[in-house]
């Protein structure tokens, strides 16, 4: 088992459970999702930000993370992951 980097609860994850874009989610160790409530989250996380190719309005989510442990950024108005128009 792990420890939540925010609270210190452990967590774990299961490969059989996750978000609706299809990631692992973390887990409690009852099972639920994983929901920190502590107050000193990581900044930037679910704050309006603006990407810095495009300007479109983005978000991060802590639970979102790609398959390499990296966080996607998500449309601000769709919660989709960020089509950027500037990537090539």
Same mark, same amino acid.
């Given at each position: 088992m792990? /420890?939540?980097f925010n609270c210190g609860e452990k967590i774990f994850f299961d490969d059989n459970i996750r978000n609706g874009y299809g990631m692992v989610i973390p887990l409690d160790d009852n099972g639920d999702p994983h929901s920190c409530r502590h107050n000193?989250?990581?900044i930037g996380f679910g704050e309006n930000q603006k990407c810095f190719r495009c300007g479109g309005n983005?978000?991060?989510?802590e639970n979102?993370? /790609?398959i390499s442990g990296k966080h996607v950024p998500l449309d601000w108005a769709t919660g989709e992951p960020h089509d950027c128009p500037e990537w090539t």
């Open positions: 792990v /420890s939540c000193n989250r990581k983005i978000f991060f989510d979102y993370m /790609s």
